[in-house]
């Protein structure tokens, strides 16, 4: 019976360590010109949603190009996270909404 429980223990932790973490949804909201929250974190793999609850476009631009996502009114749209690093990001419409993505590996 001892032999048993380690080789249970042992097979509860090689899945823990061997099973892939789940990728998240993050959700980022564009509303009365303001995007919520203005910093977020996530992983690569993860998917964002940029859900835009104005009445106009909107769009979610990379200053470095990673991305641009437009967001035409009441819509919303998805992206995968690709890389890591720490993006600012603005809507091309309207440059006073601004934004940072930090991405963690």
């Given at each position: 019976?001892?032999?048993?429980?380690?080789?249970?223990?042992?097979?509860?932790?090689?899945?823990?360590?061997?099973?892939?973490?789940?990728?998240?949804?993050?959700?980022?909201?564009?509303?009365?010109?303001?995007?919520?929250?203005?910093?977020?974190?996530a992983?690569?793999?993860?998917?964002?949603?940029?859900i835009?609850k104005?009445?106009?476009?909107?769009?979610?631009?990379?200053?470095?190009?990673?991305?641009?996502?437009?967001?035409?009114?009441?819509?919303?749209a998805?992206?995968?996270?690709?890389?890591?690093?720490?993006?600012?990001?603005y809507?091309?419409?309207?440059?006073?909404?601004?934004?940072?993505?930090?991405i963690?590996?």
């Amino acid at each position: 019976m001892p032999g048993r429980l380690a080789s249970i223990a042992l097979a509860v932790i090689f899945l823990s360590i061997s099973v892939p973490a789940r990728a998240a949804t993050i959700e980022i909201t564009m509303e009365n010109l303001v995007i919520a929250p203005a910093e977020v974190s996530a992983k690569v793999g993860d998917t964002i949603t940029w859900i835009n609850k104005d009445v106009f476009a909107h769009t979610a631009t990379a200053k470095n190009g990673d991305f641009d996502v437009t967001l035409p009114p009441k819509k919303s749209a998805t992206s995968v996270v690709k890389k890591a690093g720490t993006v600012e990001y603005y809507c091309r419409y309207h440059p006073n909404m601004k934004a940072t993505l930090k991405i963690e590996p």
